[in-house]
Nanobody
Framework: QVQLVESGGGLVQPGGSLRLSCAASGSIFSIYVMGWYRQAPGKQRELVAAITSSGSTNYYADSAKGRFTISRDNAKNTVYLQMNSLKPEDTAVYYC???????????????WGKGTLVTVSS
């Protein structure tokens, strides 16, 4: 079993910053991909940023480029999302997603966090 614990959400003013964290624990052989999604009221969930296990390949949604930075600490099985220059349209519930292999012979599995709310408002 793999558990994800998200933290760092909250209320900030436009132009402010937040740092989201997602720590994975449990039976983990390796983590291949870690990413952040968000879902605003009335909208479908969208991918914001993702990072591979090596850290050599990062993905950012167009709306996040230049403002958000994704990183990971493999020793802690933790992924971070540094969000700067936040805008009201960034308001959403942010979800952590990981793709892991629980055993050497097992298949890859996808896990989701429960989400953390980010509200950008003046």
């Amino acid at each position: 079993q793999v558990q994800l614990v998200e933290s760092g959400g909250g209320l900030v003013q436009p132009g402010g910053s937040l740092r989201l964290s997602c720590a994975a624990s449990g039976s983990i052989f390796s983590i291949y991909v870690m990413g952040w999604y968000r879902q605003a009221p009335g909208k479908q969930r969208e991918l914001v940023a993702a990072i591979t296990s090596s850290g050599s390949t990062n993905y950012y949604a167009d709306s996040a480029k230049g403002r958000f930075t994704i990183s990971r600490d493999n020793a802690k099985n933790t992924v971070y999302l540094q969000m700067n220059s936040l805008k009201p349209e960034d308001t959403a519930v942010y979800y952590c997603k990981v793709v892991v292999r629980t055993t050497a012979a097992g298949n890859d599995m996808e896990y989701w966090g429960k989400g953390t709310l980010v509200t950008v408002s003046s």
